[in-house]
């Protein structure tokens, strides 16, 4: 797997300033046509903003490290660590020495610092210093005589301690534990890449019930082969939205993670000669110029130049080295995205790409979204391929049982039983697991995991599906963080603790108290990146660890409190986005 140094500081070119106002302006198009109507533009910008923080967890960064003198940052999950410990840093301060030691050696400009860690945000060269500070401090480095960050005078800073860039940690099990069940598929997608690899363009899609293992066996593929350091991987993610979804919302956000890899510099160079209209559109290149009269020279330019740019630009990538773009939750996916993978499903042209994309097919045809159609041409033109995963087997669950309790000897009864309870859904069965940790039937002593009452009380005492364990799950906390996690369940997959509080009428410092609590005691919530409003004020952002979390706390929700409560949020964010 190629790791590179992001070179995103050719915002200067001409082509790109040229670029900028046309690809705003098609996207605009792409929005109306979609959707023929709009969310207010504050909101929009609020819902983009917390997009953009959901997708940083997707399985591309899965995995790595930048290691340096006993440190490392783990990419996957924003953090430092000194040989295995976490050491505490701020977001911005993770995001400004990530950008130094993928850079290392060379001079990285304070405009460019200020862009990886304050993004679009405006503000002085006073915040990078404090974040300097904090770094400096905690890697315990003298400025007078530095062993890691180096300053240039006036211009900026410059990494100095030697790097392992190849110091990729490539696991062998996936994140989560090892899958059961999967090895089938794995083989399949695997299959695939070697077809790619050969020029084959390949489409694959990826299809399962929410919680099946669409996710798990991705994450479990892509950690396979992200040892490989001939290939590339971008992966992005669909959000669930009101209204319209961004056009090409996660194609943009795996491009995006390409460029800011050690090789981004190529794929910025290839974009900007194939591809400026999707170049521009990268969310921390600088936007400037003269607008109004880049729009009047580029009026007339069209969505079919946009898709056949990208096409092109991913041929002349793939021609170097092959390529992985996952596009995760295609169900929700904006209809621009579709118009893509279709023009590269299509295009006879050789690639080294292997597209793999998943979805819930209840929700696309519950939705009744174009995706379907578009697999089903596919598929007669045998143009794309669509694995659709099966239930966990009881020799499945009884796998994962023994390997998660570390005890192979537990009877087939008690597979069995979790195996009907469950249907072999991957989530649901993890889930009962706990439960039955948590209901006492399942009991350690020295060292051991035993069944500790009557089988038969796993069908009595256990919930008839996932929603009721959650909703048990739910009703152990406090009144209080059950009304916070209602809320936040009605905004979707990913909140800020503002909108929360907004929501609720409360004090967003004890909103924010009540997910960190959650997180620590790893219930539900876990934080996200912070995102700064306009105003230059940070507010912290939370995800649900699993999307079926929001969907069964919004439903416990009345739907005229669910009125009232978007409606108070909505204003909200006006106030404090518009
Ligand atoms: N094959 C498997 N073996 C063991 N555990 C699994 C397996 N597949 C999934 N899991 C576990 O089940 C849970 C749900 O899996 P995952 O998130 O991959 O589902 P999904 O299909 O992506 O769901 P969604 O449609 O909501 O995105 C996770 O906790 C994961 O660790
Ligand atoms: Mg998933």
Same mark, same amino acid.
Request: aromatic content about 6%.
């Given at each position: ?10 915002? $200067? ?5 040229? %670029?900028?106002?046309?690809?705003? !302006? ?25 997009? +953009? ?21 783990? /990419? ?126 390949? &489409? ?27 290939? *590339? ?29 050690? %090789? ?65 939750? =295609? ?22 790409? /292997?597209?793999?994309? *998943? ?16 697999? +089903? ?12 995963? !099966? ?5 499945? &669950?009884?796998?994962?049982?023994? +390997? ?31 439960? =039955?940790?948590?209901?006492? =039937? ?13 089988? $038969? ?8 599906? =996932? ?14 963080? !059950? ?17 929360? %509080? ?23 919530? &876990? ?23 929001? !969907? ?27």
């Amino acid at each position: 797997m190629t790791y590179f140094a992001g070179q995103a500081g050719k915002e $200067d070119s001409s082509v790109l300033q040229a %670029a900028i106002g046309l690809a705003e !302006q098609i996207r605009a198009a792409s929005d109306e046509i979609e959707t023929g109507h709009r969310i207010p533009q504050s909101i929009a910008a609020a819902m983009k903003e917390a997009g +953009q923080e959901a997708v940083a967890r997707t399985a591309m960064d899965a995995h790595r490290l930048l290691t340096f003198e006993g440190y490392s940052l783990d /990419l996957a999950n924003e953090r430092l660590l000194h040989e295995g410990e976490v050491v505490a840093l701020t977001p911005k301060a993770f995001a400004v020495l990530r950008r130094l030691v993928e850079d290392g050696g060379q001079l990285v400009t304070k405009k460019e610092l200020l862009r990886a860690g304050w993004a679009d945000t405006h503000v002085t060269d006073g915040v990078l210093r404090v974040s300097i500070l904090e770094i400096r401090r905690t890697l315990g480095d003298d400025p007078a005589a530095p062993r890691f960050i180096e300053t240039v005078s006036r211009r900026g800073y410059r990494f100095i301690a030697p790097r392992t860039r190849s110091a990729l940690v490539v696991p062998t099990a996936p994140p989560r534990g090892a899958l059961v069940g999967r090895e089938h598929v794995l083989a399949q997608l695997e299959d695939r890449l070697e077809h790619a690899r050969r020029g084959e363009r390949q &489409v694959v899609f990826v299809s399962g019930e929410a919680g099946i293992g669409k996710t798990s066996v991705l994450e479990a593929f892509l950690a396979r082969v992200a040892g490989d350091p001939d290939l *590339s991987i971008a992966s992005g993610a669909c959000l669930e939205h009101y209204g319209a979804a961004e056009a090409y919302f996660p194609v943009l956000e795996a491009l995006g993670r390409l460029v800011r890899e050690p %090789a981004g510099e190529r794929v910025v160079r290839l974009l900007e000669s194939h591809a400026p209209t999707w170049l521009v559109q990268l969310p921390w290149l600088e936007h400037s110029g003269d607008r109004e009269a880049v729009h009047h020279k580029l009026l007339g330019v069209t969505k079919e130049r946009m898709l056949r740019e990208m096409a092109e630009a991913l041929e002349a990538l793939t021609a170097k080295t092959p390529l992985v773009l996952v596009l995760e939750d =295609l169900h929700w996916s904006d209809y621009s995205t579709l118009d893509l993978l279709g023009m590269l499903a299509r295009r006879q042209e050789a690639a080294r790409l /292997l597209v793999v994309g *998943s979805y819930r097919p209840t929700d696309v045809i519950v939705a009744s979204h174009p995706l379907r159609a578009l697999i +089903q041409e596919l598929r007669v033109r045998r143009q794309c391929e669509d694995i659709a995963l !099966q239930f966990l087997s009881e020799a499945d &669950v009884a796998g994962y049982l023994a +390997q998660r309790f570390g005890e192979p000897a537990f009877p087939p009864e008690l597979a069995a039983a979790v195996h009907r309870r469950t249907d072999g859904n991957a989530l649901f069965m993890v889930r009962l697991a706990d439960e =039955l940790v948590t209901l006492g =039937l399942l009991v350690e002593q020295q060292g051991h995991w035993r069944i500790a009452k009557p089988l $038969d009380e796993i069908g009595g005492a256990l919930p008839e599906s =996932l929603r009721e364990l959650i909703d048990k799950q739910i009703a152990r906390l406090e009144p209080a963080v !059950q009304r916070v996690l209602e809320v936040a369940g009605v905004l979707g997959n990913q909140f800020t603790a503002g909108a929360v %509080a907004a929501g609720l009428g409360e004090d967003p410092v004890a909103v924010e108290e009540r997910c960190d609590s959650l997180s620590r005691q790893g219930q539900l919530v &876990v934080p996200a990146a912070l995102t700064v409003l306009t105003n230059g004020m940070p507010v912290a952002q939370y995800c649900f660890t699993h999307n079926l979390y929001p !969907q069964v706390l919004s439903a416990r929700v009345p739907a005229a409190r669910r009125l009232r409560l978007h409606q108070r949020i909505g204003n909200w964010l006006e106030q404090t986005y518009g």
